[in-house]
């Protein structure tokens, strides 16, 4: 806490990090952020992990792009290890705003006339505030013409919410984590909130020691072990044989809620039978859990009065990650723990506003709200909203753009705060279709790995710059207010799409982020009765909320399910193996994910001073055991090798990390995990295999 008498004003705010959706305070001095404190929202009351406390320098790095640049001409489209984003005229000039902008919106429009209008596709970010979110899909689907509109929520929780969709009729969690207090049992499953959403992480600590029962079900050790009265570690990739082993425990002990399933559900029969042959006996060796604690853990969670289920992307991130979720919804509903106070579903959304643009239809299937692109009817509202004709055709996702690229379909894009050049995977191949393109344009803070591909780069706003709501994984809508001028001649988002639809003929007036909220509560039934201006007096309004004058609800589907006939429905899972498992060549099974200090790839957290010197260098984590066998000490360089790449970083011993796996952070361009990635999709939620790829680990030759 810095010195309030030096402080010139106070801006009240959210946290640009996690879903979690911290509100805070920026204490600012001299047009700069001299200290950030935690205030009293309801996600956070007054707490902030390391990154919301000292995470804001990157704001003004020396590299922060101040202009618009164009490539020089000559300039391969690659990446240049000699480039310093610091010092981008090596290999681009800096240009007017008109001028860029011309260039930027006249390659795009070329494009769309030559190939025609599924030719172009657009990556926006969770980083986008719910308004950047929707005038960036309204762009993509009303000037480009077609649906190819995405974002890294495919690299995040797409299955968790194709499996929602499908069994629930909604994608959004079912109650805020804050529910835990109130939970008799709090299942956590596939995620590490302590590292990933820490101030979530301690409500979980809070209820445990209020008495709440907290079952851990990972292939990995994590902190919130220690808080935990069952732990239980089961082999990689076989989830759904351990969550269909426990579904058979509580059908054949009868510890189902049969008034509950009767009452709400449909499809139970089919699940009894889909799952019983998964005896615990049956799937201990898959799983390898010992039957009887498979039993401890169905009997502990049916028992409860009242359980709720939390998941992260150790669910989502796999081939099978729609299934896994199903499995997990199948258990909540087959115990009738989802609709009470204490009771739920909730997928811990990653990114500050992955919930909010999603719901803002930064998806290639969905409209706003997650209206199917297919359905004509729901489509005309959108295409008399817009008062522009809407393609039939769903859109494609992330990696089947990349491929698209490549197969000469898609020949531009305007990527708006995404850095698929280190967060997509199999890097060597999505790096390849960046290069491809005959037209690319870059909105973004810095010159990222991807903006490096770019024709033009366009220097946006970073989150304490800008005005805008946001929606946190507890689906609380959040006023977000500037605190800080541009520097520079960098513009706000909405201004640059607006700027960039305009070309297209589009003809957007829109003068501030409150016009383009006034319109999304048009074409939004989830924001009906959350004013713009009750934001700005309550800051946190949650979605559904039944009148202007009464809360949001924050446990949801307690009479009935937004389904045809208003019943949840139960989807049988089969286990499946994962789609590269580990061989004699390839033993180890590769992981990636997050660490507490950096943020996905890196491009803010790595140019914040604090978090950089807490957590400098590219690193593996194992356990000790696999660096004994592989004569590699800690410190030491170890290579890490899949059929896609390689890679050499240093090795860390962590003794959460079961032998015969490593886990490497995705933040790191020099290391750059995601070179080692299998970019196999899950059908459903068309999500990459980030939890599971065959490595081979050995000892950098010296
Ligand atoms: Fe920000 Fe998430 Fe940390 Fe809260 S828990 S301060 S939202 S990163």
Redesign the pocket.
């Known amino acids: 806490v810095g010195d309030s008498s030096s402080i010139d004003k106070q801006v009240d705010s959210?946290?640009?990090?996690?879903?979690?959706?911290?509100q805070?305070t920026y204490q600012i001095k001299n047009d700069a952020i001299a200290y950030v404190e935690?205030r009293n929202g309801p996600?956070?009351q007054n707490?902030?992990?390391?990154?919301?406390?000292f995470?804001f320098d990157y704001v003004r790095h020396p590299a922060r792009l101040t202009k618009p640049l164009l490539r020089k001409p000559g300039v391969p489209k690659a990446l240049d290890p000699s480039f310093d984003p610091a010092n981008p005229l090596s290999h681009f000039r800096e240009a007017s705003w008109d001028e860029a902008l011309d260039v930027a919106a006249k390659g795009l429009m070329d494009i769309k006339a030559r190939y025609g209008s599924q030719s172009l596709a657009g990556f926006g970010s969770a980083k986008c505030s719910n308004e950047e979110a929707w005038l960036f899909q309204k762009l993509v689907r009303t000037g480009f013409g077609n649906h190819n509109v995405d974002h890294c929520t495919r690299l995040c929780h797409a299955s968790s919410v194709a499996a929602l969709m499908e069994c629930l009729g909604s994608g959004a969690v079912t109650a805020s984590f804050m529910q835990a207090l109130d939970a008799d049992v709090v299942m956590l499953t596939g995620c590490n909130p302590a590292v990933n959403?820490?101030?979530?992480a301690t409500f979980f600590k809070q209820a445990a020691k209020a008495g709440t029962e907290i079952i851990i079900l990972d292939p990995r050790g994590q902190a919130l072990d220690a808080y935990a009265s069952l732990s239980v570690r089961f082999s990689p990739g076989t989830d759904v044989a351990l969550f269909n082993a426990i579904l058979q425990v509580i059908i054949a002990e009868s510890l189902y809620d049969e008034a509950y399933i009767a009452a709400h559900t449909e499809g139970f029969e089919s699940l009894k039978q889909s799952v019983a042959g998964s005896t615990p006996e049956a799937m201990s060796e898959l799983c390898g859990v010992e039957p009887e604690l498979i039993r401890d853990i169905a009997r502990r969670y049916a028992t409860a009065d009242k359980a709720m289920i939390f998941w992260g992307m150790g669910i989502s991130q796999h081939t099978h990650g729609t299934d896994n979720a199903r499995c997990l919804i199948s258990l909540a509903l087959a115990c009738g723990h989802t609709g009470r106070p204490g009771t739920g579903l909730h997928p811990l959304r990653g990114q500050?506003n992955v919930q909010g643009a999603s719901d803002a239809g930064m998806i290639p299937m969905v409209l706003p709200d997650y209206q199917p692109v297919g359905d004509a009817q729901l489509r005309a509202a959108f295409e008399e909203l817009w008062n522009t004709p809407l393609s039939d055709q769903p859109g494609l996702t992330v990696v089947e753009i990349m491929d698209a690229i490549h197969a000469g379909s898609v020949h531009g894009m305007y990527i708006v705060g995404e850095n698929p050049a280190m967060s997509d995977p199999d890097l060597h191949h999505a790096r390849a279709a960046l290069g491809k393109l005959e037209h690319l344009v870059v909105q973004d803070l810095f010159v990222t790995e991807t903006a490096q591909f770019a024709d033009v780069i366009l220097p946006a706003s970073a989150w304490p710059e800008k005005d805008g709501s946001v929606t946190?994984t507890n689906r609380q809508v959040q006023r977000g207010r500037a605190a800080l001028p541009l520097p520079g001649e960098a513009k706000p988002d909405w201004w640059i799409i607006q700027e960039i639809a305009k070309h297209f003929g589009l003809g957007w007036r829109y003068t501030h982020p409150q016009d383009v909220y006034a319109e999304m509560q048009q074409g939004m039934a989830s924001l009906n009765h959350i004013s713009w201006e009750r934001l700005e007096r309550e800051g946190s309004v949650t979605y559904p909320c039944p009148a202007e004058d009464a809360p949001g609800q924050d446990v949801v589907f307690s009479d009935a399910f937004p389904r045809a006939g208003g019943r949840a429905a139960f989807s049988p899972a089969r286990p499946l193996p994962p789609d590269e498992p580990v061989d004699d060549d390839y033993p180890t099974v590769l992981t990636t994910g997050r660490q507490l200090e950096h943020?996905h790839t890196g491009s803010m957290t790595r140019r914040s001073r604090v978090l950089d010197a807490l957590e400098p260098d590219a690193v593996a984590s194992l356990s000790s055991g696999e660096l004994h066998r592989l004569g590699v000490a800690p410190g030491e360089k170890l290579t890490i090798t899949t059929r896609r790449g390689t890679i050499t970083l240093a090795a860390r011993v962590d003794s959460k990390i079961p032998d015969g796996m490593v886990f490497v952070p995705f933040a790191y361009a020099e290391a750059a995990a995601n070179l080692l990635t299998n970019p196999a999709l899950d059908p459903d939620g068309k999500i990459p295999e980030f939890k599971y790829a065959a490595c081979r680990l050995t000892k950098e030759a010296t």
């Open positions: 959210v946290c640009p990090y996690c879903g979690v959706g911290c805070l935690g996600s956070n707490r902030l992990c390391v990154k919301g406390r995470g959403h820490p101030v979530a500050n946190n943020w």
